[in-house]
């Protein structure tokens, strides 16, 4: 009898393992990206766009950018979501709703925040244009940066987008979003250009110590936009011809 029950709890988890479905696979971690906020529109957020992004782990790792970028650990707790960023602060949201597609977080104020799902990128920090190691240049300094730090700071922004395109490619996505994302570059569907350094976004601006800091970087790019070709792609695929372009940034950059 003994014999017969071992070979029934051997038969139940051997099907477990073998039939997925049998166990729900958690959608918590995953890519979200930020979609719309309900509740009055004087208490929503401004610094939250379409490239508002939070990035779950299952190891129990995130970063985010929800108006700064941040890294971390991530818990959850009954309907609760808690993030500890680097700086050992942690945010706690309400955890009201989340599938494979959907999430929806509520801030302490009761503001719902609405996210969409993406495919989660490789692990490879180099691969993930959301990892810490492709997102530096998000980090404001403490203290005005050199020359070869500020050149570094932009080698690591372009990292990002060769790394971003590089994801959309290889998860067939159709379109991204790339007017959100605090840049000095202004991006077409067909190349790029230099935004003015008077048009610059206040978000890639705050990147920088100072004023000072963020006009030698502009400094920067602009000669290599006057004095340095970019060979674009012979192909019919943006993301191929952006990867490419960025790639040569990087090059001039280094």
């Given at each position: 009898?003994?014999m017969r029950i071992i070979i029934l709890?051997?038969?139940?988890?051997?099907?477990?393992?073998?039939?997925?479905?049998?166990?729900?696979?958690?959608?918590?971690?995953?890519?979200?990206?930020?979609?719309?906020?309900?509740?009055?529109?004087?208490?929503?957020?401004?610094?939250?766009?379409?490239?508002?992004?939070?990035?779950?782990?299952?190891?129990?790792?995130?970063?985010?950018?929800?108006?700064?970028?941040?890294?971390?650990?991530?818990?959850?707790?009954?309907?609760?979501?808690?993030?500890?960023?680097?700086?050992?602060?942690?945010?706690?949201?309400?955890?009201?709703?989340?599938?494979?597609?959907?999430?929806?977080?509520?801030?302490?104020?009761?503001?719902?925040?609405?996210?969409?799902?993406?495919?989660?990128?490789?692990?490879?920090?180099?691969?993930?244009?959301?990892?810490?190691?492709?997102?530096?240049?998000?980090?404001?300094?403490?203290?005005?940066?050199?020359?070869?730090?500020?050149?570094?700071?932009?080698?690591?922004?372009?990292?990002?987008?060769?790394?971003?395109?590089?994801?959309?490619?290889?998860?067939?996505?159709?379109?991204?979003?790339?007017?959100?994302?605090?840049?000095?570059?202004?991006?077409?569907?067909?190349?790029?250009?230099?935004?003015?350094?008077?048009?610059?976004?206040?978000?890639?601006?705050?990147?920088?110590?100072?004023?000072?800091?963020?006009?030698?970087?502009?400094?920067?790019?602009?000669?290599?936009?006057?004095?340095?070709?970019?060979?674009?792609?012979?192909?019919?695929?943006?993301?191929?011809?952006?990867?490419?372009?960025?790639?040569?940034?990087?090059?001039?950059?280094?």
């Open positions: 009898m003994k709890l051997s038969l139940t988890i051997t099907m477990l393992s073998l039939n997925g479905c049998l166990i729900p696979h958690d959608p918590l971690p995953a890519l979200w990206f930020y979609t719309f906020s309900g509740g009055h529109a004087e208490d929503r957020d401004d610094l939250l766009t379409p490239a508002s992004f939070l990035e779950i782990r299952a190891d129990g790792t995130y970063t985010s950018d929800l108006g700064s970028f941040e890294y971390g650990r991530w818990s959850r707790k009954d309907q609760q979501l808690s993030l500890t960023n680097q700086k050992h602060s942690t945010l706690t949201f309400s955890l009201n709703n989340v599938n494979h597609e959907e999430m929806q977080l509520a801030t302490r104020k009761g503001i719902p925040l609405n996210f969409d799902s993406r495919p989660l990128p490789p692990t490879r920090a180099a691969e993930d244009p959301f990892s810490i190691d492709n997102n530096r240049w998000r980090l404001p300094p403490a203290r005005k940066e050199s020359a070869p730090a500020i050149r570094n700071r932009l080698f690591n922004h372009c990292q990002f987008w060769e790394a971003y395109f590089t994801w959309a490619l290889n998860n067939n996505i159709a379109t991204v979003d790339v007017r959100s994302t605090p840049t000095p570059i202004k991006i077409y569907g067909n190349g790029f250009t230099l935004k003015p350094f008077d048009e610059l976004p206040a978000m890639w601006r705050s990147y920088f110590f100072d004023e000072e800091d963020c006009r030698k970087a502009n400094e920067v790019i602009e000669d290599i936009f006057l004095h340095k070709n970019i060979a674009w792609a012979h192909t019919d695929n943006k993301y191929k011809m952006f990867i490419g372009a960025f790639q040569q940034l990087e090059k001039y950059l280094r």
